[in-house]
Every structure is written in structure tokens, then in C-alpha cells.
């Protein structure tokens, strides 16, 4: 992407739109200036409560309103900005050494955060006088050296045996639960696009397509839908009705979505960022390329 400069602000995301719903996208270093290494989503959070109320030494985040609204209140030891979320195709990008809340829950909403570092706690400041005093005196600690435990994934012909359920846990707290999903850790891959399915009619069918080389991991971030999973030989539908569970699909394996319920929101993580020549439309062909 172009160089942005990094100050709080309003981005864009794309909105593509058909009879089935919308699709948005966050790629890193194209939508957001910075490489995706953590994505978190918040849910069932009361009106009244307040979430965040820190900084980061080194982390930049992005904040998407998946669904419903809430606002981003954003402070840089001076100056306090309010920012209303309440479109699924704009988010506001906070770089690092900015005091962030949030506040002003409307009813279900959903909050998606997709973050430059993995979870470190030296990386938060939580104490609104020290961050001043920091900011006053422009102190910052050194980056810190990221560690990340990789999971290999040597299946040369998946099956639909291979796509794997994953409880990702949540984080339950008074102000709402969290559930997170870290690059290379909680996934098998490398996080390097976030997109997502919104304003599906009830019973939709979306997807049918399949990957050369981009793995995908679904969850069902709001509401409930199926997955058929095909591999040319095999068939496979699995439920997705739970913020915290998730479905890995590795590259190879057909995938459709189908029986979405009202108010869903589809949210896939995905290995690569786009590239039409991954993609397999065609079942025929797609069945040719397994038989390879």
C-alpha cells in the first residue's frame, strides 16, 4: 500500500456486494499499514461497559464494527477524539502510543481488532499518567523480539478429515468476552488477510469454490451456518454456531457455506492475500486437480 501516514484516522475498506450479502476485506500492508499478526473479536459486551482503557508501547491496531455500533475513544495525552463505528466497510486505524477506549455497546454488537504483534503485557500501558508522562517526554521501550511457535502442516492431499475444529477458548470478562487468533500459533499459518460475510439472508449458501494454496479458518463470529467439505472423494458438513470455534481448511478441499441464520457474520482468516489464479470455481476442474 501507499505509505500512510500514522495518525489515528478513518479507512476504507472495500464492500462487495451481490444478492447473497457483502464481503469486506483487511489485507495487511494494503488495507492497513502494518502485518497482521493477531485478530480478536469481542462480543456480548453490556451497553454500559467500557472496554480498553491502555496503550501500547509498539503495537498498531485496526477496529472494524463487524456488527452494531460502539465508539472509539482515542487520546494522545492532549487531545481526546471520538470515533463512531457502525459500518462493517470502515474502521479506525490507532497507532502505537494512543490511549484507546471503547465505549457505547449498542445491543449484539461485534468488534473485530486486528493487531501488528502478538500478546505481550510489558507492550500495554494501563496507567493514564504514566502514558501522558511518556508520551510528554517521548520515551518508547525498544521493539520487542515477538516469539511464535509454528505448526507444521505437511498434508500433501488433505481430506476433509484434515479440517480441523478448534476451540479457541473466549476470555470472559463483565465487560464482554474475547476470543482471539494468533498468526502462526493458534492457526497454522501465517495470518495475512481477514475478510468477512455480513448481511446474508437467512438461508443463504455462499463459498463453493476451493484453494491451491491458501488456507483459510472460518468462524461463525455472529449467528450460525453450515460448511460442506468435499475433497473428491469425501463429504463432510460442519456446524459453525459459536464465536469461539473455528475450522481450519487447508488448501485442496471444496468448501461451500450454506443455512446461514439471520444476523450472521462469517469471519475467515486466511494464509495469502487475494489472488484469483488460487481459486477453483469449477467442480469439474476441481476434481481434475485432486486426481493430479
Not at 464492500?15 to 483487511?26: A, P, T, W, Y
Not at 480441523?164 to 473466549?170: A, H, M, P, R
Not at 487468533?181 to 499459518?189: C, L, M, Q, R
Request: hydrophobic share 35%; proline share 4%; with cysteine.
Amino acid at each position: 500500500m501507499k505509505e500512510m501516514e500514522k495518525i489515528p484516522q478513518i479507512l476504507d475498506l472495500p464492500k462487495i456486494g451481490d444478492r447473497r450479502g457483502n464481503l469486506s476485506v483487511i489485507e495487511q500492508l494494503k488495507n492497513v499499514p502494518f502485518e497482521i499478526r493477531r485478530a480478536f473479536w469481542i462480543y456480548d459486551v453490556p451497553g454500559d461497559a467500557t472496554r480498553g482503557g491502555h496503550a501500547f508501547q509498539n503495537t498498531e491496531e485496526f477496529i472494524v464494527a463487524l456488527s452494531g455500533s460502539f465508539d472509539v475513544v482515542l487520546n494522545d495525552g492532549e487531545k481526546e477524539t471520538v470515533y463512531h463505528l457502525n459500518r462493517s466497510y470502515k474502521g479506525v486505524f490507532v497507532p502505537k502510543m494512543i490511549w484507546r477506549e471503547m465505549r457505547n455497546f449498542s445491543t449484539n454488537s461485534l468488534a473485530l481488532v486486528v493487531s501488528s504483534t502478538y500478546y505481550e503485557e510489558k507492550d500495554y500501558i494501563r496507567d493514564f499518567s504514566v502514558f501522558k508522562k511518556q508520551r510528554k517526554e517521548g520515551l518508547s521501550v525498544d521493539n520487542y523480539s515477538f516469539s511464535s511457535k509454528l505448526h507444521e502442516w505437511n498434508v500433501e492431499s488433505p481430506s476433509v478429515y484434515d479440517c480441523s475444529i478448534v476451540d479457541l477458548g473466549k476470555h470472559e470478562f463483565d465487560e464482554g468476552n474475547l476470543t482471539v487468533v494468533a498468526s502462526e500459533k493458534t492457526v497454522p499459518f501465517g495470518l495475512n488477510r481477514v475478510f468477512y460475510l455480513y448481511d446474508i439472508p437467512g438461508g443463504e449458501a455462499r463459498g463453493a469454490h476451493a484453494h491451491k494454496k491458501c488456507h483459510q479458518f472460518l468462524v461463525a463470529a455472529s449467528g450460525a451456518f453450515e460448511v460442506v467439505l468435499d475433497d473428491g472423494m469425501n463429504k463432510r458438513t460442519v456446524t459453525l454456531n459459536r464465536p469461539y470455534y473455528g475450522l481450519h481448511i487447508p488448501p485442496g478441499i471444496w468448501a461451500a457455506e450454506q443455512g446461514f441464520s439471520s444476523g450472521s457474520v462469517c469471519l475467515a482468516l486466511a494464509s495469502d492475500g487475494y489472488d484469483a489464479d488460487d481459486y477453483i470455481r469449477n467442480y469439474d476442474e476441481f476434481l481434475k486437480y485432486r486426481k493430479q
